[in-house]
């Protein structure tokens, strides 16, 4: 058996919404008999301290992981190797439009919209030589289909576009599709749950770990992780949870008098299951009745589940 993991980005402290999501990657691994790994994804938004403070938090609720946290920025060397080998298949070109000529350019015929239209894709040697002189380049897939299908836990078949998306910046930084996908397969992460506002970008995923496995070296003989969106966390007016909303993160609910096993059990208690323990909710979990739906946040009181 493989591994499920937990990726947070270090951009700040973790809210409901995320501990929700991590409670329920360390449920589907542990009840599957698979290791739990936790990885910072610290490439782009880190911000000083808050590695620190979201791993306590996620120990503060119990959630343990094997080994060590490993961050992408120690991570080079696997994600050279995958542009190494995609470069010496000729599956990569390089980009020199800005967000504003992709926005500006007309659509391909018979692309998905917001695809990218492909504008650099058949530049000729001079014509990238002269685009040199401007800006660099950013590093994009040369795909050969416009869409791909996964299989997702909650959500059946998947099928979403696939474009010649970036694989690495202009700032010479792996792009996120590049580097999730690279570090799933060299961790052996064959479980991947998280929020369903991802999924969308999951087909391109998909498609780069198909492609990734059939270059051999380290990639070869990949297959597809199991693939669980799990619903978001929404606040009271149907929108995405954020700091904006209140006390939403451990340390300001623990402020008002809420310690962290109290958030806990409200969070398993969200999810239908017991909240006197991870050990208890792992005994009970059922994928199958899983909520469905998001789950609306609208604070703590003494009196909600979990808060006697």
């Known amino acids: 058996m493989g591994a499920g993991r937990y990726a947070p980005s270090p951009s700040g402290e973790l809210h409901v919404g995320n501990l929700r999501t991590a409670v329920l990657a360390w449920l589907f691994a542990r009840s599957t ?6 990885r910072v994804e610290d490439l782009d938004r880190a911000r000083a301290g808050a590695e620190e403070v979201q791993l306590a938090d996620l120990h503060a609720i119990g959630i343990d992981w094997d080994g060590a946290a490993v961050r ?14 995609l470069q010496q ?3 990569l070109y390089e980009c020199f439009c800005t967000r504003r000529d992709i926005a500006e350019a007309p659509s391909a015929p018979h692309a998905a919209p917001g695809a990218y239209p492909g504008t650099c894709r058949e530049l000729n040697e001079a014509e ?27 959500h059946g078949p998947y099928t979403g ?12 930084v792996p792009a996120y599709n590049l580097a999730v996908v690279v570090d799933d397969v060299l961790q052996g992460v064959d479980q991947v749950v998280r929020g ?26 990949a297959k597809l992780p199991e693939y ?15 700091k904006r909303d209140g006390s939403v993160t451990l340390a300001q609910l623990e402020h008002e008098g809420f310690p962290p ?28 009745g899983l909520p469905r739906d998001p789950w609306v946040f609208g604070g703590f009181t003494a009196g909600a589940p979990g808060m006697q």
Do not use: K
């Open 128 to 154: 990238r030589a002269s685009r040199r002189q401007l800006r660099p380049a950013a590093l994009r897939l040369r795909t050969d289909v416009v869409q791909f299908t996964i299989t997702d836990t909650l």
């Open 196 to 221: 369903d506002d991802l999924l969308p970008s999951t087909p391109r995923q998909g498609y780069l770990a198909t492609l990734l496995s059939g270059l051999g070296g380290d990639f070869h003989g």
């Open 33 to 38: 008999g698979r290791d739990f790994l936790l």
């Open 72 to 85: 992408q920025t120690e991570r080079a060397e696997g994600y050279d190797a995958a542009i190494a080998a």
């Open 261 to 288: 096993q109290r958030v806990r059990a409200r969070l398993l208690e969200s999810l239908g299951l017991p909240g006197a323990s991870l050990t208890a909710a792992l005994a009970a979990f059922d994928p199958s």
């Open 228 to 242: 669980v969106h799990v619903p978001l966390v929404l606040n009271e007016h149907g929108q995405r949870l954020a």
């Open 89 to 91: 298949a000729g599956l």
């Open 161 to 172: 576009v696939v474009d010649d998306f970036v694989v690495l910046r202009n700032d010479g």
